[in-house]
């Protein structure tokens, strides 16, 4: 079993940043991949950036640029810096984590909201 503890969201205006934490516990030694979803209301859960075990990143067309995504291993928790934040970036925040056995954990959620 894994445990998921997501920390960092909150209120900034167009164009500040914030960053999230993810601070996993647990079975830490089957974590591979790690990153974050998010779901605005109405909307879809979509990926916006994910790291592979071996460092490998990818990101959303949309944060690409603006967001960078890093991981710890030596203090199980993995980052989201995001920079230059829009409107459009307003959701609730969710970190996962997959497993070597095929499952994947999610954090509790964090609400990050961006003012004009």
């Known amino acids: 079993q894994v445990q998921l503890v997501e920390s960092g969201g909150g209120l900034v205006q167009a164009g500040g940043s914030l960053r999230l934490s993810c601070a996993a516990s647990?079975?830490?030694?089957?974590?591979?991949?790690m990153g974050w979803y998010r779901q605005a209301p109405g909307k879809q859960r979509e990926l916006v950036a994910g790291?592979?075990?071996?460092?490998?990143?990818n990101y959303a067309d949309s944060v690409k640029g603006r967001f960078t995504i890093s991981r710890d291993n030596a203090k199980n928790t993995v980052y989201l810096q995001m920079n230059s934040l829009k409107p459009e970036d307003t959701a609730v925040y969710y970190c996962?984590?997959?497993?070597?056995?095929?499952?994947?954990?999610w954090g509790q959620g964090t609400q990050v909201t961006i003012s004009s």
């Open positions: 647990g079975s830490i030694f089957s974590i591979k991949a």
């Open positions: 790291i592979t075990s071996g460092g490998s990143t």
């Open positions: 996962y984590a997959g497993s070597s056995y095929l499952r994947t954990y």
